[in-house]
């Protein structure tokens, strides 16, 4: 099946750091990747799509600036968050889809679960 | 009204029953139709997709889509307290689009 790679799976660090995290597809060409938040016993939010070679398109209320996504490739997506904050503490998690034609499932990656300190 | 209502739950059943969890979804145009399974502290993982209506069955998963009601469901038949879990309905219009993913139903297998 489609594999979806995200690392790391976890980060403690101290407010202001700029904390990166990669999404790979390890099995297929990802056209789209998604960035998703989500916060304990809350639901999926959808932060920004992204699809290859183009700048990524932010959902409502998401800080372009502050969540930094890079879709260098097929097969690599990365969020950076900058200057993180406290309130930046959140599960992050990516999910990947191959191309569009057929409507293909999104695939997930493990998640990154953020802690600032 | 949200684009694709769930019953949060927490949907109880006993080890063996059929689990049916619902969605409902207002894009009338609506094209894809998938069930994700998310474990408690853990990232969605894909259980079934569904394009036409009807059912669609893999192994104890059955996926029912009907376009014109508007609804998908998923039945899980004999239930196990492994399938305790987040159950979470997304919806996509276009091929090339997003999904809306539903608020997601618990679901709790009682041994």
């Known amino acids: 099946g489609a594999v979806v790679s995200q690392h790391p799976s976890r980060v403690i660090c101290k407010s202001g750091t700029s904390v990166k995290i990669e999404c790979r597809s390890l099995?297929?060409?990802?056209?789209?990747m998604f960035w998703y938040r989500q916060f304990p016993k809350q639901s999926l939010m959808l932060m920004a799509t992204?699809?290859?070679?183009?700048?990524?398109?932010?959902e409502q209320g998401v800080e372009k600036d502050k969540f930094l996504i890079n879709h260098a490739s097929l097969t690599l997506s990365t969020l950076t968050v900058t200057s993180a904050h406290p309130e930046d503490s959140s599960f992050y998690i990516c999910s990947a889809r191959a191309n569009d034609r057929g409507g293909q499932p999104q695939h997930f990656g493990d998640g990154t679960r953020l802690s600032i300190l | 009204q949200k684009e694709v209502e769930q019953n949060s739950g927490p949907l109880s059943v006993p080890e063996g029953a059929i689990a049916s969890l619902n969605c409902t979804y207002s894009?009338?145009?609506?094209?894809?139709f998938f069930w994700y399974r998310q474990y408690s502290g853990k990232s969605p993982e894909l259980i079934m997709f569904i394009y036409s209506n009807g059912d669609k069955e893999d192994g104890r998963f059955t996926a029912q889509l009907n376009k014109a009601s508007q609804y998908v469901s998923l039945l899980i038949r004999d239930s196990q307290p492994s399938d305790s879990a987040t159950y979470l309905c997304?919806?996509?219009?276009?091929?090339?689009?997003?999904?809306?993913f539903g608020d997601g139903t618990t679901l709790t297998v009682k041994p």
């Open positions: 894009d009338r145009g609506s094209q894809s």
């Open positions: 997304a919806v996509r219009k276009t091929n090339a689009g997003k999904s809306t």
């Open positions: 992204s699809n290859e070679g183009s700048k990524a398109t932010y």
């Open positions: 099995d297929f060409q990802a056209t789209t």
